[in-house]
């Protein structure tokens, strides 16, 4: 493979040899790689113009594995394409070139059906998803993929697109969906809920859940944004994140709640890969148990290199022009 001219996999190729359980195995790897010190997490950056357009940059090494990259994409109104860019760790060529929107849904998606397998009670048969947007299937998918649930709540904002996407689900994975006409209605009594908003004031609140939920909060991934109010926090007797110095950074939730990054509240915070590696599973004495999500390099980076992995093994992508390095031109006088 050392050899070869770079690949460029697109989306087709992507979801042809990857599904959610095998993406969530192959986050499970990345993360225990990251709780043994075999995987370093670049903290993501971003930047934000016009109405609301936001540039983010994330990325990871595995440098025993031999791999280093990037993911890149600008979110507008139009839309999104993000880039998964891998390099080899040692000589830093070019191996990929990764189309990752379908990637993103199975790494945010994956990411909370591990944090559900590991804090959720066991026997959880209702689940509420808060939001029915581009992200909202599949974590219905890994949520269903770790937990024996029968009945599924969903609210969103806009009528039509919420009862659209009840009957995608039903179709889909033949469980029952009840379409709620509120936030509270949808949460009450359930014992998973699946915040995946890009609400900019919290849509939960502590007097709607009941004692024992866990909480999958994974929209609020900027400083502008928040799902979830600190009376909410202040019940977690588990708060988990995917990467601590990246929650210090950009979850304004957290940061209200818990002050700044040097102060003794950050302590409460664990991050998930170091939750796996214990095996820190609920108890009976927890109230409500949290995860942050913010999108990390780290679980882009473990599926981008498994996806690499399999296309190579599969024949798929197409292989990129060869590269041949050339001196710019010194001209002062840009002749």
């Known amino acids: 493979m050392a050899d070869q001219a770079p690949l460029w996999i697109s989306e087709t190729d992507v979801v042809s040899v990857m599904d959610m359980t095998q993406a969530m195995a192959a986050l499970e790897k990345g993360l225990s790689a990251e709780a043994a010190g075999r995987a370093q997490n670049m903290t993501k950056t971003h930047l934000r113009w016009g109405d609301g357009s936001t540039l983010h940059a994330i990325g990871a090494s595995f440098a025993e594995d031999g791999f280093t990259g990037t993911k890149t994409w600008a979110h507008t109104k139009g839309g ?17 070139v990764i189309e990752a929107f379908a990637l993103g849904q199975m790494r945010t998606a994956g990411v909370s059906g591990l944090a559900t397998k590991l804090l959720a009670e066991e026997q959880a048969k209702d689940f509420a998803i808060i939001g029915s947007g581009k992200q909202a299937l599949t974590q219905v998918a890994a949520i269903l ?7 599924l709540r969903v609210y969103s904002r806009d009528e039509g697109r919420r009862k659209q996407f009840a009957y995608r689900v039903e179709q889909e994975f033949q469980i029952e969906v009840v379409v709620a006409n509120s936030v509270a209605q949808a949460v009450d009594g359930v014992s998973i809920i ?6 900019t004031e919290p849509v939960i609140d502590a007097k709607m859940i009941r ?8 929209g609020a991934i900027e400083p502008t944004r928040a799902e979830i109010d600190q009376g909410v926090l202040h019940r977690c007797t588990r708060i988990v994140v995917d990467n601590i110095p990246q929650a210090q950074k950009l979850s304004s939730e957290l940061k209200e709640f818990l002050g700044s990054s040097e102060g003794e509240g950050w302590k409460k915070v664990q991050s998930l890969a ?4 214990a095996k820190q599973a609920r108890t009976d ?4 148990t949290l995860l942050k999500s913010l999108g990390m390099g780290i679980s882009d980076l473990a599926l981008g290199i498994e996806v690499y992995r399999r296309s190579v093994v599969n024949g798929l992508g ?5 590269r041949r390095r050339v001196e710019p031109r010194l001209s002062i006088h840009g002749r």
């Not at 004692?211 to 994974?218: D, K, P, Y």
Request: glycine share 4%; charged share 20%.
């Open 318 to 322: 197409q292989r990129l022009p060869e």
């Open 194 to 199: 699946t915040l995946v908003t890009r609400a």
């Open 285 to 288: 004495d927890d109230d409500l």
């Open 145 to 151: 993929a770790v937990r024996p649930i029968s009945q």
């Open 274 to 277: 170091n939750s796996l590696a």
């Open 80 to 96: 999104a394409a993000p880039l998964l860019v891998l390099f080899d760790a040692e000589n830093g060529s070019l191996k990929a």
């Open 211 to 218: 004692r024992g939920a866990h909480i999958n909060a994974v």
